[in-house]
């Protein structure tokens, strides 16, 4: 099984390295790690071979998959059940399946699997060697940050706002803030077991440098400002949001201060950042100064209707759309029996016509093809089932970092897996009341591959898996 493990670890590097920084990246690293597992599968089916492993942790791997799976599932069901579902609905939401899928295959890859029965005392750990890319990918995001808002042909729209090619700023913002901070709490132990003696560093000699701790150190530094610099020029909101929510998850979970420290660490960390923030005129100041303009203006609007929004043009802003849409998204929640089935998956953009044409819904949104809310989203289209399916996909993964056990380890690769998972499983938590971020291919992939990939280090580390 070697050649699985060498394939893996490079699968995991590339996809932490360029899902995000390369245009298709993402769904070629992903196909290809689908056709890995299922050809460890097979191979594993071929041979006879089974793989002993508690009957809990059988049962955690299912659930998993059948969790990161659910909204292919409840489409599938519903296109059974005759909602109008087409055939290319499927394509967001395949992916889902695909990316949880590798969940019966990176817990139990590792270079010495045959000779081991507990993975605790592995020295060779497919997964952790793989993570540096997350290093690169926050100086990849970073040079998109440049590139978008300096070079004309990788702009957006315009200047303004960066992004990374293929998402739109506001996905792109809240994508460099977590590598910066997944980049910043990287821990140099990875390096120094797997890159210190590398063959490649020997070779050039020049690099030698970079074996040094202080120097890594620097690395860390350079590519956690790297992320920030690519979240400031994207201008989204949402990446300043959920930036204090990251410094607390990172120092509150680092074990090795005690709570005077860790309060002082935050304090002195916040305080360096948003002072420029608030005290100068920049991009993020102005963004929010924007935001509460528009919840002001739309406050001005009373009884939202079609008639009364037509004769005030306050409620076209970024945010005052959001809350038009929100508000239509709730009468179609509470139409029928839609809160209990929902209206089918990607129904949201033709109901809207429809309720358009009837002169119900005002121009800006005839045609938007979700609410701008995940939330809301997997209500309208799958009712309470789709609700309670997010909030799983959301807080199961989340539930399962926080654990002490995991933050508390000696293993510093599985303290690095739960503390950056708890980054990646909260910020698209919050992102999502404000965003649909699932229906961006790349992000479904991003979100379920690399929850995959930091329980499966974890589970390689901490379960006994014996073959």
């Not at 967001?92 to 590798?102: D, G, I, N």
Request: with cysteine; hydrophobic share 50%.
């Amino acid at each position: 099984m070697q050649y699985i493990n060498n394939i893996s670890c490079i699968l995991v590097f590339a996809f932490l390295t360029f899902s995000m920084t390369i245009k298709g990246a993402s769904n070629a690293i992903l196909f290809l790690m689908f056709i890995t597992t299922l050809i460890y599968a097979i191979k594993f089916h071929k041979n006879n071979i089974q793989t002993k492993i508690s009957h809990n942790l059988r049962k955690f791997l299912i659930c998993s998959f059948l969790i990161f799976s659910s909204p292919f599932i409840l489409t599938f069901i519903q296109f059974i059940l005759g909602f109008p579902i087409k055939v290319n609905y499927f394509d967001s939401v395949l992916r889902f399946v695909l990316s949880a899928a590798c969940i019966f295959l990176l817990p139990f890859i590792n270079n010495n699997i045959n000779n081991v029965n507990n993975v605790n005392n592995t020295e060779n750990n497919v997964i952790e060697k793989g993570l540096v890319g997350i290093i690169l990918a926050a100086f990849g995001l970073g040079i998109w940050g440049y590139l978008s808002t300096n070079i004309p042909h990788f702009m957006w729209i315009d200047s303004e706002r960066a992004w990374n090619g293929f998402s739109n700023p506001i996905p792109y913002g809240l994508i460099c803030i977590m590598f910066a901070m997944m980049a910043l709490i990287f821990p140099f132990s990875i390096i120094q077991k797997y890159y210190k003696n590398c063959k490649f560093l020997k070779f050039l000699k020049f690099l030698k440098f970079l074996q040094s701790e202080q120097v890594f150190l620097s690395i860390k530094i350079l590519a956690f400002l790297a992320g920030l610099y690519g979240a400031y020029q994207s201008g989204s909101r949402i990446a300043l949001l959920v930036f204090p929510l990251f410094i607390f998850a990172a120092v509150y979970t680092k074990t090795t201060l005690n709570k005077r420290q860790k309060f002082l660490y935050l304090c002195g960390f916040l305080m360096l950042v948003s002072t420029p923030l608030l005290v100068f005129n920049n991009k993020f100041s102005n963004r929010i100064q924007d935001g509460f303009n528009d919840i002001e203006k739309y406050k001005s609007v009373q009884n939202i209707n079609k008639e009364t929004l037509s004769k005030n043009n306050n409620y076209n802003t970024s945010m005052g759309l959001r809350f038009v849409m929100w508000s239509e998204a709730m009468k179609i929640i509470k139409t029928d029996n839609n809160w209990i089935f929902g209206i089918g998956r990607s129904n949201f953009m033709p109901t809207m016509i429809k309720l358009h044409s009837e002169g119900k819904v005002v121009d800006e949104i005839r045609a938007t093809p979700h609410p701008h809310s995940e939330y809301f989203n997997s209500f309208v289209e799958f009712g309470i089932f789709g609700l309670v399916s997010l909030l799983l996909i959301y807080l199961f993964p989340l539930l399962f970092y926080c654990n002490k056990r995991y933050l508390q380890h000696k293993d510093e690769a599985v303290k690095f897996a739960a503390r950056s998972g708890i980054i990646l499983s909260s910020g698209y938590t919050i992102a999502g009341i404000f965003d649909c971020y699932f229906w961006i291919v790349s992000l479904v992939n991003f979100y379920i591959l690399t929850n995959v990939i930091f329980m499966s280090l974890i589970l390689s580390k901490t379960a006994k898996l014996k073959e």
